[in-house]
């Protein structure tokens, strides 16, 4: 499995906060990704990184920014929460070329 | 953009029947469809895939059928154990170039296995 840290694993902040959860690989894959998960909604893409500074928006971007400085760490950053960010977002890589996600253990965000 | 239906939403089955999930995708350029398991508290992990040059593929209990014409493809779980009770996901997804991860994921399916 690769190794993927997310921090923090729970967290409780109130509307209007900023937030920022960390994710850390020790794979060295290229690509990298924040994935949200609601009930009923699967997973959705926030935003992902194809390389050092190279990101781009998925499709449930509005409201969240990422950085990535360095290959092992991919921040997403929420400027000012919002209760419809209350959710579990889930940090992976990919070692392309075969297309395999790997997941960390997700991070539960709860904006009260 | 892609979209992907999942049914059913949930499935309960006895030991050792056989359990079917099935997905539809809308993009007919996706030609990478994984299927991932989610434990309680736990990522999810993949447990096969198919791409579009193939219209089926096993590994051991199970097996996943793509329908390309028809943009529908099924996992398919047999002799079904405790152990297999998870979240399972479709997803569908066009490798190459910046879209490697780029997954659109289904909705879920929670599977229930009854001893």
């Known amino acids: 499995d690769a190794g993927i840290t997310q921090s923090p694993r729970h967290k409780v902040t109130e509307t209007g906060t900023p937030v920022t959860l960390r994710c850390h690989q020790t794979?060295?894959?290229?690509?990298m990704y924040w994935y949200r998960q609601d009930p009923g909604h699967g997973l959705r893409l926030i935003h992902y990184?194809?390389?050092?500074?190279?990101?781009d928006k998925g499709e449930v971007s509005d409201g969240y920014s990422v950085s990535r400085s360095k290959t092992e760490d991919f921040l997403l950053t929420l400027e000012s929460a919002t209760s419809s960010q209350t959710s579990v977002y889930f940090c992976?890589?990919?070692?392309?070329?075969?297309?395999?996600?790997?997941f960390g253990e997700g991070s539960r965000l709860t904006v009260l | 953009g892609e979209n992907v239906e999942q049914h059913p939403s949930t499935l309960s089955v006895q030991e050792g029947d056989s359990a079917v999930i099935k997905c539809t995708y809308s993009?007919?350029?996706?030609?990478?469809f994984p299927w991932y398991k989610q434990e309680l508290g736990k990522g999810p992990q993949l447990i096969i895939d198919?791409?579009?040059?193939?219209g089926e593929k096993k590994d051991q209990r199970i097996a996943v059928t793509l329908n390309k014409t028809a943009k529908h493809f099924s996992l398919h779980i047999t002799e079904t154990q405790p152990e297999d009770s998870a979240v399972y996901f479709c997803?569908?997804?066009?490798?190459?170039?910046?879209?490697?991860?780029?997954?659109?994921f289904g909705q879920g399916t929670i599977l229930t296995v009854h001893p």
């Open positions: 992976a890589t990919c070692g392309a070329p075969t297309g395999e996600l790997f």
């Open positions: 198919i791409r579009s040059n193939v």
């Open positions: 990184s194809y390389g050092v500074k190279d990101t």
């Open positions: 794979e060295n894959h290229r690509y």
């Open positions: 997803a569908a997804s066009m490798l190459g170039g910046t879209s490697y991860g780029k997954l659109t």
């Open positions: 993009d007919s350029a996706s030609n990478y």
